[in-house]
């Protein structure tokens, strides 16, 4: 093989942002339209909502099989959100890495920082909303939480979005162009597969 034979790297993206913003949506548009990626599914001892499907969604666990899992190293990052704890399970990005498959993890802004910390050279997104307005307005329409969560979360977001220079780049999420969004995170992966330096992604 020629010495100059350039092979692009195989990447992990870490997609985070205020919880409303959308990353469910644009993570299940981009599985929608066949963007080849490994999309990690997170543990979570957060009770299931209302269509939500146990290994799509989210793994649900048990609080005693969470700390286990937590106790035993197999949590790449974890997180305690209004009382329920999340983690991306180490083993299943691992695998998509080692078979030469693109990740992309939705993480909060906490289990961001922490994948920041661990592997430095993972691509990180940040999907923030047109205004703080436009987000309170969609976590109004969830209607999953009582208003002392509402405005827990509310305050919440506005402080997640001061950790905007964490990352690498920002997508904002416009009302009815989620497609746009999807187009751009398409973007930022391809420009990073173009890099002459490529990362380096240790899990």
Request: charged share 30%; aromatic share 8%; proline share 5%.
């Amino acid at each position: 093989m020629d010495s100059w034979f350039f092979k692009p790297p195989t990447l992990l993206i870490v997609l985070s942002g205020p919880s409303g913003v959308g990353k469910d949506a644009v993570l299940s548009r981009m599985k929608e339209r066949g963007v080849s990626l490994h999309y990690t599914v997170t543990v979570t001892t957060r009770p299931k909502r209302e269509k939500e499907v146990d290994g799509r969604d989210y793994y649900f666990l048990t609080r005693d099989r969470f700390e286990q899992m937590l106790a035993s190293g197999e949590l790449l990052e974890h997180a305690s959100v209004y009382g329920n704890c999340y983690g991306v399970p180490r083993e299943q990005v691992r695998m998509a890495l080692a078979a030469g498959r693109d990740v992309i993890i939705k993480a909060d802004v906490q289990g961001a920082a922490t994948i920041k910390k661990l592997v430095p050279d993972a691509v990180f997104v940040f999907l923030a909303p047109p205004s703080v307005e436009e987000l309170a307005k969609r976590l109004r329409l969830r209607k999953t939480e009582t208003d002392e969560a509402f405005r827990l979360r509310l305050e919440t977001a506005k402080r997640e979005m001061e950790a905007l220079p964490m990352f690498d780049y920002v997508v904002i999420n416009e009302n009815g162009k989620l497609d746009a969004a999807v187009e751009k995170i398409i973007a930022i992966i391809t420009a990073e597969k173009c890099r002459v330096t490529p990362r380096t992604i240790v899990v």
